[in-house]
Every structure is written in C-alpha cells, then in structure tokens.
C-alpha cells in the first residue's frame, strides 16, 4: 500500500515512471527558421502561414503528442540560421528544425541537424545539393533542376532559338542556368547573353539592359521567391515588357503570391513549376480557399512547400506512434506518398528529395486576376541534379 501511495504521489508531482515519463516528452517541438524581414519576408511569411493553417486544419495533437511551433526568423542570413538552429536544438530542445527560405540556409544548418540526430524538413530551399549535406535532411519543395531541364526543351520545340539568361548568383541560380543551358543548347539553341545578379537586395536595371541589347527571342530568368516583384517592376521600367523579348524559366519569377502586383507585363510568360495556385484539383481548391479565408491572400509555391512539410512531419509522428527519435522519423517519411494541392507527390527513399509533377504554365487574366494557368504536365519528376551523378 505505501509502494502505491508513493507512486502516485511521485506521479502527481512529474515524478513517476509511468507511461508518461518513459515516453520521454508530451510535446514535439518544431523550431521553424525561416526569414520574417529582409528581401525574402514575403516567403517566411507563406511558410509560417501555411504550418499555421495545417495545423488550424488537422489540430495540434498528433499520435498523443502536442505539436509545438517555435518560430524564428534569420532574415535569409545563413550565419544567423546557424545560430539560431543552435540555440533551438539546444536551448529549446527542439526535435525538429524546418523551413529555410534558401540554400545557404539550409546548408548552414545540415550539420546541426547531423550531430543532433534530428531532422531538417527544407520546405523552400533548391538547390540539388541541399539533401546531400545530411542524412537527416528531407525536402518538400522542389529542385531547380526539375524545372529548368523541363523549361529548356519546352523553348527548343517552340520556336525560341536565342535566349539571355539572367539568374542569381548563388547555388540554385547556378543550377538552374546549368540545367536549362544544357538542354536548350543540346537541342540547337543558342545562349547570347549571360547575366548572374547578386541574391540580395540586386538592383536588375543594368543587368536588364544587357538583356535588351543583346536582342534576344527571350529571357531566361531566376530569382528566388519575393523577387520576382521587384524584377518584374524593373523589366517594365526598362520597356522590355514592349521590345517582343519574352520571358521564360523556372516558375519562381511567377509567384502566385505577388503575380496579381505585377500588371499587364507578366501576361504571356510561360515557366515550368510544381504548383499554381489555379491547379485544377478539389485538394487545391480546399486550399487555396483556406489560405485565402485565413491569411487574405493568395497562396504560391512557397506556402504548398511549408503546407507539406508540416503534412509530412505529422504523417511521420503517427508511423512512429509519437517516437521523435531522429533515425526512425526520417525512416518513416522515406517512401512516403501524398495528395498535395499540386498533385501527387512522394519522397524518394534513396535520396529524401520530393518526386512530382512539373507543369507548363502561362499567365493568363482569369476573371479579372492573373493566374500561371497550366496546359502541360511532366509526371513524377525528380531531381536531374542527383540523377546524374
């Protein structure tokens, strides 16, 4: 009898070792990195509305655990994601870090995630390397490779023989410039101008009057999500939106949530990408109708990459029954195949990079908004950068 009164005593006070402390910790923390100020706060703000919206939708408990969000900002400044990754993993115990608005980020913090043994959800960054630096790191957004190869053949079998190619000059700049060079030259074009810009706060404007000098039938273009405002503010200034040079690329340049700010000067261009927020599916339309109702605003490509990331930690949790050891979530979302709004996707087992569908799209007015309208589909793609090593 005194055995039993002790125990509950020692339970009542946290103490006991029951279930509940066996079981390690009630909640899983989730310390979500991602850049709220700078040039990049358009996308930290998508990825943090699109892990709020998730968990509005499907609660805050999952397999017995709550689910607890730490938000932090880095301002897309890898020294200060690696710091604050730190001060997460250790401080706040986090069992999981997330977001990362690009590659140098992501990047900064592998090696955090590799010594603690958690994983590291990129829910934005895209350049082909980023799953290499560690074996805890899982990708739910996207490659450039997979657009870019994808855009490059598009141009040759469409009439476009001459292209400048105007990209940001960091890891995925380069690999969208390399991919999309490869193959548009492979099948015949040819590359007149090459313009890199820096990745922060670029000035386009004399970068853009190369472009227009060297006479091209189109722009290749890349700049990271919440750029592609200011670009395309400076292509019109510039007059390029009235010399005939289209543009073309990967679909960053388009993001839905500032496609509807860029006017008249965006009609017509055509990208490669995963998402639209015109995807024609019941899935996407509960979406987009969410993240309207919630946040005022339309969703892109950026807010579908946090919406899965989260998804995907969630899905992981209840294959583990709650386990938040780093080694078994990570098993756990290898393989793992879903419904997104952009259609179906998985994550490859071998490389933990995200297998999906690319889409042709052109930016066409749509009952008074501007939307990338899709008109062809490249199923199940993944990443050309690992496929070829």
């Known amino acids: 009898m005194r055995k039993q009164i002790l125990a509950c005593l020692l339970t009542a006070f946290g103490l006991g070792w ?12 989730i310390g979500l990195i991602v850049p709220l100020t700078g040039g990049q706060a358009s996308t930290g703000k998508q990825l943090d509305n699109a892990v709020k919206l998730y ?27 690696k710091r604050i990754a730190q001060e997460l993993i250790v401080n706040d115990k986090v069992q999981i870090i997330a977001g990362f608005g690009i590659t140098p980020a992501a990047l900064a ?10 994983p590291e959800i990129v829910m934005l960054a895209g350049a082909s390397i980023v799953t290499e630096r560690s074996p805890y790191i899982v990708r739910t957004s996207f490659t450039l490779a997979q657009s870019a190869v994808i855009i490059g053949d598009w141009a040759a079998k469409n009439g476009i023989r001459k292209v400048a190619t105007l990209t940001s000059d960091y890891a995925p700049g380069n690999d969208a410039l390399q991919f999309f060079k490869a193959r548009f030259t492979a099948a015949g074009g040819e590359i ?14 004399p970068f853009l009057q190369r472009m227009k000098d060297a006479k091209p039938d189109a722009m290749f273009v890349f700049v990271p999500g919440g750029q592609g405002g200011n670009f395309m503010k400076q292509y019109s200034e510039r007059g390029l939106d009235k010399s005939g040079i ?7 340049v388009m993001d839905d949530d500032l496609l509807n700010d860029m006017g008249d000067a965006a009609l017509g261009t055509v990208t490669a990408h995963m998402y639209s927020a015109a995807h024609p599916s019941p899935v996407n339309e509960r979406f987009v109708t969410g993240y309207r109702k919630a946040f005022n605003s339309r969703p892109g490509f950026v807010a579908v990459g946090g ?19 780093g080694d078994l979530l990570i098993a756990a979302m290898k393989g793992m195949a879903w419904e997104s709004p952009r259609g179906p996707i998985s994550i490859d087992p071998e490389t933990r990079d995200i297998v999906q569908n690319i889409y042709i799209r052109k930016v066409e007015r749509v009952k008074g908004e501007l939307y990338n309208v899709e008109f062809e589909t490249f199923k199940d793609v993944k990443d050309a950068g690992k496929s070829q090593k």
């Open 18 to 29: 029951g279930p509940s402390a066996a079981s390690g910790q009630e909640t899983v923390r």
């Open 55 to 81: 968990m509005r939708q499907h609660g805050d408990v999952v397999a017995g655990k709550k689910i607890e969000v730490i938000v932090r900002d880095d301002g897309a400044i890898p020294d200060n994601t």
């Open 109 to 118: 913090a592998a090696p955090l995630a590799t010594q603690a043994k958690i």
């Open 192 to 205: 007149v101008e090459e313009v890199k810009v820096p990745l922060m706060n670029p000035d386009f404007a």
């Open 246 to 252: 289209r543009i073309i690329g990967p679909g960053d």
């Open 307 to 325: 919406y899965d990331g989260i998804h995907l930690v969630y899905e992981a949790l209840k294959k583990t029954g709650g386990k938040t050891d």
